[in-house]
Nanobody
Framework: QVQLVESGGGLVQVGGSLRLSCEASGRTLGITTMAWFRQAPGNEREFVAAIRRSDGSTYYGDSVKGRFTISGDDAKNTVYLQVNSLKPEDTAVYYC???????????????????WGQGTQVTVTS
């Protein structure tokens, strides 16, 4: 099994920034892709960003392109999400996810991931 633990969420004003972290532990060998999703109350889980460990390729949801940056530190089994220029609509619980198999058809969907963290709340106030 793989355990994922997120941290770094909090309360921030519009235009502010946060750095979210997700540390993986357990049977992490073979994890190929790690990602961030978010879910606001009443909404479906939304893809935010993903990173492939093999070559560092990154992918972003349209609503966060240019504002959010995903990065990884393989030595620490940790993936980060730098979130800048925050908007009220970015308010959500942010979840870390991981999978051993990357599919181009599913990496942006929750179904493409086997392992999930408990989430960290990000609240943006105006």
């Amino acid at each position: 099994q793989v355990q994922l633990v997120e941290s770094g969420g909090g309360l921030v004003q519009v235009g502010g920034s946060l750095r979210l972290s997700c540390e993986a532990s357990g049977r992490t060998l073979g994890i190929t892709t790690m990602a961030w999703f978010r879910q606001a109350p009443g909404n479906e889980r939304e893809f935010v960003a993903a990173i492939r460990r093999s070559d560092g390729s990154t992918y972003y949801g349209d609503s966060v392109k240019g504002r959010f940056t995903i990065s990884g530190d393989d030595a620490k089994n940790t993936v980060y999400l730098q979130v800048n220029s925050l908007k009220p609509e970015d308010t959500a619980v942010y979840y870390c996810a991981a999978t051993r198999i990357f599919y181009s058809s599913t990496y942006a969907y929750a179904v493409g991931y086997n392992y999930w963290g408990q989430g960290t709340q990000v609240t943006v106030t105006s």
